[in-house]
Protein backbone atom coordinates (compact mmCIF):
# COMPACT_ATOMS: atom_id res chain seq x y z
CA UNK A 1 0.00 0.00 0.00
CA UNK A 2 3.02 2.53 -0.07
CA UNK A 3 2.07 3.80 -3.63
CA UNK A 4 -1.80 4.47 -1.98
CA UNK A 5 -0.83 6.69 0.83
CA UNK A 6 -1.03 10.37 1.30
CA UNK A 7 2.29 11.16 1.72
CA UNK A 8 1.56 14.51 3.64
CA UNK A 9 0.67 12.49 6.71
CA UNK A 10 1.47 8.72 6.48
CA UNK A 11 4.22 7.39 8.38
CA UNK A 12 7.01 6.30 6.51
CA UNK A 13 8.55 2.95 6.60
CA UNK A 14 11.98 2.49 7.60
CA UNK A 15 12.12 -0.67 5.11
CA UNK A 16 9.71 -2.85 3.25
CA UNK A 17 10.42 -6.31 4.06
CA UNK A 18 9.14 -9.30 1.90
CA UNK A 19 8.09 -12.58 3.00
CA UNK A 20 7.10 -15.76 0.80
CA UNK A 21 5.27 -13.13 -1.16
CA UNK A 22 3.63 -11.02 1.65
CA UNK A 23 5.30 -7.41 1.98
CA UNK A 24 5.56 -6.43 5.83
CA UNK A 25 6.17 -2.14 6.78
CA UNK A 26 8.80 -2.09 9.31
CA UNK A 27 7.62 1.64 11.34
CA UNK A 28 10.11 3.74 13.40
CA UNK A 29 8.18 3.72 16.68
CA UNK A 30 9.06 1.91 20.05
CA UNK A 31 6.62 1.51 23.32
CA UNK A 32 9.14 -0.19 25.98
CA UNK A 33 11.68 -0.19 28.47
CA UNK A 34 14.32 1.94 27.45
CA UNK A 35 17.98 1.99 28.48
CA UNK A 36 20.36 4.54 26.78
CA UNK A 37 20.08 5.63 23.07
CA UNK A 38 21.32 7.31 20.28
CA UNK A 39 22.14 10.84 20.16
CA UNK A 40 19.76 11.12 17.51
CA UNK A 41 16.92 9.35 19.29
CA UNK A 42 13.16 11.22 20.87
CA UNK A 43 12.02 9.71 23.81
CA UNK A 44 9.09 10.48 25.62
CA UNK A 45 8.02 8.70 29.03
CA UNK A 46 4.29 7.90 28.47
CA UNK A 47 3.85 6.55 32.69
CA UNK A 48 5.78 5.42 35.72
CA UNK A 49 4.97 1.92 36.40
CA UNK A 50 4.89 1.39 40.12
CA UNK A 51 5.31 -2.39 41.65
CA UNK A 52 2.22 -3.60 43.88
CA UNK A 53 1.33 -6.87 45.82
CA UNK A 54 -1.10 -9.29 45.05
CA UNK A 55 -2.74 -11.52 48.07
CA UNK A 56 -6.02 -13.71 48.22
CA UNK A 57 -5.88 -14.41 51.59
CA UNK A 58 -9.08 -13.71 53.93
CA UNK A 59 -7.15 -11.46 56.46
CA UNK A 60 -8.30 -7.72 55.68
CA UNK A 61 -5.03 -5.38 57.31
CA UNK A 62 -2.44 -4.82 55.12
CA UNK A 63 0.56 -6.51 55.04
CA UNK A 64 3.54 -5.91 56.99
CA UNK A 65 7.15 -5.78 56.26
CA UNK A 66 7.39 -8.50 59.01
CA UNK A 67 4.42 -10.99 57.20
CA UNK A 68 5.74 -9.84 54.08
CA UNK A 69 9.20 -11.80 54.41
CA UNK A 70 7.86 -14.78 56.22
CA UNK A 71 4.79 -15.30 53.74
CA UNK A 72 5.99 -17.77 50.50
CA UNK A 73 6.29 -16.10 47.51
CA UNK A 74 5.95 -16.41 43.66
CA UNK A 75 8.08 -14.30 41.15
CA UNK A 76 7.24 -14.01 37.50
CA UNK A 77 10.12 -14.32 35.40
CA UNK A 78 10.35 -15.40 31.31
CA UNK A 79 13.70 -16.75 32.31
CA UNK A 80 13.20 -18.73 35.44
CA UNK A 81 14.94 -16.58 38.05
CA UNK A 82 14.10 -16.70 40.96
CA UNK A 83 15.31 -13.57 42.77
CA UNK A 84 14.62 -9.92 41.69
CA UNK A 85 14.65 -6.21 42.39
CA UNK A 86 12.87 -7.19 45.42
CA UNK A 87 15.21 -9.68 46.80
CA UNK A 88 17.91 -6.79 46.35
CA UNK A 89 15.62 -4.17 48.40
CA UNK A 90 15.08 -6.69 51.37
CA UNK A 91 18.67 -7.54 51.57
CA UNK A 92 19.39 -3.84 51.92
CA UNK A 93 17.24 -3.69 55.05
CA UNK A 94 19.31 -7.22 56.31
CA UNK A 95 16.04 -9.18 55.45
CA UNK A 96 14.97 -12.07 52.90
CA UNK A 97 11.70 -13.95 51.40
CA UNK A 98 10.89 -16.94 50.81
CA UNK A 99 10.66 -17.32 46.98
CA UNK A 100 8.54 -21.05 46.55
CA UNK A 101 8.16 -20.88 42.56
CA UNK A 102 8.64 -19.15 40.02
CA UNK A 103 6.44 -18.92 36.77
CA UNK A 104 6.92 -17.48 33.28
CA UNK A 105 3.81 -15.62 33.06
CA UNK A 106 1.26 -13.07 35.30
CA UNK A 107 -1.53 -15.29 33.85
CA UNK A 108 -1.03 -17.90 35.79
CA UNK A 109 -0.96 -15.92 39.12
CA UNK A 110 -4.47 -15.79 40.17
CA UNK A 111 -4.96 -19.84 39.77
CA UNK A 112 -1.94 -20.25 42.17
CA UNK A 113 -2.59 -17.43 44.81
CA UNK A 114 -6.24 -18.28 45.14
CA UNK A 115 -7.31 -19.41 48.75
CA UNK A 116 -3.65 -19.46 49.75
CA UNK A 117 -0.77 -17.21 51.59
CA UNK A 118 1.07 -16.70 49.34
CA UNK A 119 2.07 -13.67 47.84
CA UNK A 120 3.50 -12.14 44.45
CA UNK A 121 4.48 -8.75 43.03
CA UNK A 122 3.66 -7.24 39.51
CA UNK A 123 3.51 -4.08 37.71
CA UNK A 124 0.82 -1.60 38.97
CA UNK A 125 -1.21 -2.28 35.00
CA UNK A 126 -1.26 -6.15 35.93
CA UNK A 127 -2.26 -5.82 39.37
CA UNK A 128 -5.10 -3.65 38.33
CA UNK A 129 -6.92 -6.57 36.15
CA UNK A 130 -5.93 -9.54 38.58
CA UNK A 131 -7.91 -7.46 41.51
CA UNK A 132 -11.28 -7.82 38.69
CA UNK A 133 -10.64 -11.24 39.58
CA UNK A 134 -12.75 -12.64 42.64
CA UNK A 135 -10.84 -13.13 45.88
CA UNK A 136 -7.58 -11.36 44.22
CA UNK A 137 -6.32 -8.20 45.98
CA UNK A 138 -3.68 -5.82 45.19
CA UNK A 139 -1.94 -3.16 48.19
CA UNK A 140 0.79 -1.35 48.35
CA UNK A 141 4.04 -3.14 49.00
CA UNK A 142 5.36 -2.92 52.21
CA UNK A 143 8.92 -1.52 51.26
CA UNK A 144 10.45 0.95 48.76
CA UNK A 145 10.85 -0.54 45.25
CA UNK A 146 12.25 1.12 42.65
CA UNK A 147 9.96 2.32 39.50
CA UNK A 148 10.28 1.85 36.05
CA UNK A 149 9.51 3.80 32.89
CA UNK A 150 7.36 2.77 30.18
CA UNK A 151 8.83 5.21 27.09
CA UNK A 152 7.86 6.16 23.45
CA UNK A 153 11.00 6.42 21.59
CA UNK A 154 11.48 7.43 17.54
CA UNK A 155 14.49 8.57 15.38
CA UNK A 156 14.99 12.23 15.28
CA UNK A 157 14.56 12.37 11.53
CA UNK A 158 10.76 11.75 12.16
CA UNK A 159 10.23 14.18 14.54
CA UNK A 160 8.36 16.56 12.66
CA UNK A 161 6.45 13.50 10.27
CA UNK A 162 2.90 14.72 10.47
CA UNK A 163 1.94 10.55 10.79
CA UNK A 164 4.70 10.12 13.22
CA UNK A 165 2.86 12.70 15.23
CA UNK A 166 -0.54 11.97 14.82
CA UNK A 167 0.76 8.20 16.05
CA UNK A 168 2.75 9.68 18.72
CA UNK A 169 -0.25 11.80 19.98
CA UNK A 170 -2.61 8.44 20.12
CA UNK A 171 -0.42 6.40 22.04
CA UNK A 172 0.17 9.03 24.42
CA UNK A 173 -3.51 9.00 24.78
CA UNK A 174 -3.91 5.02 25.16
CA UNK A 175 -0.72 4.04 26.74
CA UNK A 176 0.21 7.43 28.70
CA UNK A 177 -0.87 8.16 32.82
CA UNK A 178 -4.49 9.10 32.66
CA UNK A 179 -5.64 12.62 33.65
CA UNK A 180 -7.61 12.80 36.23
CA UNK A 181 -11.29 14.78 35.50
CA UNK A 182 -12.50 16.66 38.27
CA UNK A 183 -16.79 17.32 38.18
CA UNK A 184 -17.33 20.95 39.56
CA UNK A 185 -20.75 21.28 40.27
CA UNK A 186 -23.08 23.22 38.72
CA UNK A 187 -24.15 26.38 41.32
CA UNK A 188 -27.81 26.07 42.16
CA UNK A 189 -30.40 28.77 40.67
CA UNK A 190 -30.58 30.37 44.12
CA UNK A 191 -27.03 30.56 44.07
CA UNK A 192 -26.33 31.76 40.80
CA UNK A 193 -28.88 34.59 41.30
CA UNK A 194 -27.18 36.16 44.37
CA UNK A 195 -24.04 36.29 42.40
CA UNK A 196 -25.63 37.95 39.81
CA UNK A 197 -27.32 40.48 42.40
CA UNK A 198 -24.01 40.69 43.99
CA UNK A 199 -22.14 41.78 40.51
CA UNK A 200 -25.03 43.99 39.91
CA UNK A 201 -24.29 45.92 43.30
Known amino acids: MKDELDSRWAIRPLELLHDNGRMHLVSSLGISHTLDLPASARRK ?34 MGNATDETDQALS ?6 KVVLAVPQFSALPRLLAQSEVL ?3 PDYVARAMALAQ ?6 VPLPLPTQSLSMVWPGAAHNDAGQRWLRWRCQALLGTPIELRVVPKPSS ?5 QSLLAAR
Not at 135 to 140: F, N, P, Q, S
Not at 190 to 194: L, Q, R
Open 120 to 122: AIV
Open 190 to 194: ASHSA
Open 135 to 140: GIRAEA
Open 45 to 78: CLRTIRPMLLRADNRAEPVTLEEFCKRPHIVVSS
Open 92 to 97: LLGRRR
